[in-house]
């Protein structure tokens, strides 16, 4: 059973550009999170989506944003990128949205704004 | 005050000892509490999940919950090199985990 794939792994991007990422879950996982982490501050929660609709949403600005598709794929999407927006950014897919569903996370794209 | 602390760390044990990590929340509500394990450079692994107040054995590992003091632990019995990790302590309420920012583990030889 393949995991939770993320791509790309590593993005090299110029302040001020915009940013897209994307995540596929483990197949029958319809719910997709994303995470953000910094040494300094952890893992941050961004948004979560299921069958195609935010469900929760972070403290992050509106210039963080995403979508999940009706195969339960999800973009991130970063525009006008700030230095503090490097980090590494997780993907997590779950069954379900219930809170006694852990998360299966992905590798992460690192992110570096420079 | 942050929503999950967990011990500042790092802790240190020999191999072969117990590893005690320590978490507690804030929020009262939280219904849903989990142990993430994540090595250098690795994203985090689901190692376990409790909900209820009491223990949850799962081989060397055990959770332990107590609702009434928000607290929620994990033993490491027999600890091995290979458990030298970064662990996370992370608490559901609503669907939403947060995580606590971790405490990282040495196992010595």
């Known amino acids: 059973k393949a995991g939770v794939t993320q791509t790309p792994r590593y993005l090299i991007k110029t302040r001020g550009q915009q940013v897209t990422l994307s995540c596929s879950p483990i197949?029958?996982?319809?719910?997709v999170s994303w995470y953000q982490q910094t040494p300094g501050q952890g893992l941050q929660f961004l948004f979560e989506?299921?069958?195609?609709?935010?469900?929760n949403k972070g403290n992050f600005p509106g210039r963080f944003s995403g979508r999940q598709f009706s195969n339960s794929r999800s973009e991130m999407n970063v525009s006008t990128l700030e230095l503090g927006d490097s980090a590494l950014y997780l993907c997590?897919?779950?069954?379900?949205?219930?809170?006694?569903?852990?998360?299966?996370f992905g590798s992460g794209t690192r992110l570096t704004v420079v | 005050q942050k929503e999950v602390e967990q011990n500042s760390g790092p802790l240190s044990v020999p191999e072969g000892a117990i590893a005690s990590l320590n978490c507690t929340y804030s929020?009262?509500?939280?219904?849903?509490f989990f142990w993430y394990r994540q090595y250098s450079g690795k994203s985090p692994e689901l190692i376990m999940s409790?909900?209820?107040?009491g223990d949850k054995e799962d081989g060397r590992f055990t959770a332990q919950l107590n609702k009434a003091s928000q607290y929620v632990s994990l033993l490491i019995r027999d600890s091995q090199p290979s458990d030298s990790a970064t662990y996370l302590c992370?608490?559901?309420?609503?669907?939403?985990?947060?995580f606590g920012d971790g405490t990282t583990l040495t196992v010595k030889p």
């Open positions: 197949s029958g996982h319809r719910s």
């Open positions: 929020d009262r509500v939280s219904q849903s």
């Open positions: 989506y299921f069958s195609e609709t935010q469900r």
């Open positions: 409790i909900y209820s107040n």
């Open positions: 997590a897919s779950r069954a379900g949205t219930a809170g006694e569903y852990g998360y299966t």
């Open positions: 992370a608490v559901s309420r609503a669907g939403k985990s947060t």
